[in-house]
């Protein structure tokens, strides 16, 4: 009889109560935010996931949910200089070969000068000039959506679904072209990057060799696979991944469309994913070129 609960098995009592019950008065902590209110969110989530209560996909995309809302499109872009353009000007193959060798979609078309937007032009209608060459290029551009480096990620990703854009020119306070981002670069921002037919769901394959001849480099792949490839001594006594690296020679982690020069190896980032690379393009530097 001290005991009044013994012998009873309640459903209502869950396998950990204390540990639910944590959960519930942080959750209810949060509803009246402090200072800290997001920073100790994110920590009970932690613990949810630890304690098993829930998935840690499901935890990923809550913390990336909540981080995005700090984040604009300034931080997610893909900055001017790394922008694959298209010369409105340039000749149908050299057209085609641009599509073919970097396989995007959708690809911004200047005019005269690289911050000289003039529309966006999908990959599919390039292929229409193919049965009828007369067609003119221009007539088919799709309009060019245009949006600050301060506007939020989330505000940009019901925009995209709204007016069923992909794809936006990112311009800076002074109205300069900042560089592009697309509505795969916000959905990565909540669950991660989206792996294409080129990613390896393996992991065993860090190193791929691009149209081009440059190299797609991981940035988990070890300095010596990174060795191995190039004919270079890097060092790997502080590191074991080409990404930590070269966040140490770059003095932290470079943001996408960045670049990084590191012994003689050209390290432009194309992806980044949680604060790390994801992915390199490396190319020797111009120096190093004839002792390829």
Do not use: C
């Not at 402090?34 to 920590?43: A, N, Q, R």
């Not at 190193?207 to 696979?225: E, P």
């Not at 020069?261 to 190319?283: D, H, Q």
């Amino acid at each position: 009889m001290s005991e009044p609960h013994s012998g009873r098995p309640s459903r209502g009592a869950a396998k950990h109560p204390p540990e639910a019950r944590g959960l519930l008065e942080r959750m209810l902590e949060f509803l009246h935010p402090g200072p800290d209110s997001k920073t100790e969110l994110i920590e009970t989530l932690a613990d949810a996931e630890q304690r098993e209560l829930i998935e840690p996909e499901s935890r990923q995309m809550l913390e990336g949910v909540l981080r995005m809302a700090e984040l604009s499109a300034g931080d997610a872009m893909v900055a001017a200089p790394r922008m694959d353009l298209l010369d409105i000007d340039a000749p149908y193959d050299e057209l085609l070969a641009v599509v073919i060798d970097t396989g995007h979609s959708r690809f911004p078309v200047y005019e005269g000068r690289r911050d000289n937007i003039i529309g966006i032009l999908l990959a599919k209608d390039l292929l229409k000039m193919q049965r009828a060459p007369e067609l003119n290029l221009r007539a088919l551009l799709r309009p060019t959506v245009f949006v600050p480096e301060s506007k939020g990620l989330n505000e940009l990703l019901r925009d995209f679904r709204s007016n069923r854009n992909h794809l936006a020119i990112v311009i800076d306070e002074f109205g300069n072209t900042a560089g592009l981002i697309t509505i795969e670069d916000v959905l990565e921002e909540i669950v991660g990057e989206i792996e294409d037919e080129f990613d390896d769901k393996d992991g065993e394959t860090s190193i791929y060799t691009l149209a081009d001849g440059s190299q797609r480099v991981a940035g988990d792949a070890t300095i010596a696979a990174v060795n191995g490839a190039f004919g270079v001594a890097l060092p790997d006594d502080d590191f074991d991944t080409i990404g930590g690296l070269v966040a140490q020679e770059h003095g932290r982690v470079p943001r996408r469309g960045e670049t990084v020069s590191v012994a003689g190896l050209n390290f432009a980032v194309m992806l980044t994913r949680g604060g790390a690379v994801r992915w390199f393009k490396v190319t020797r530097a111009p120096d190093d070129e004839s002792e390829a």
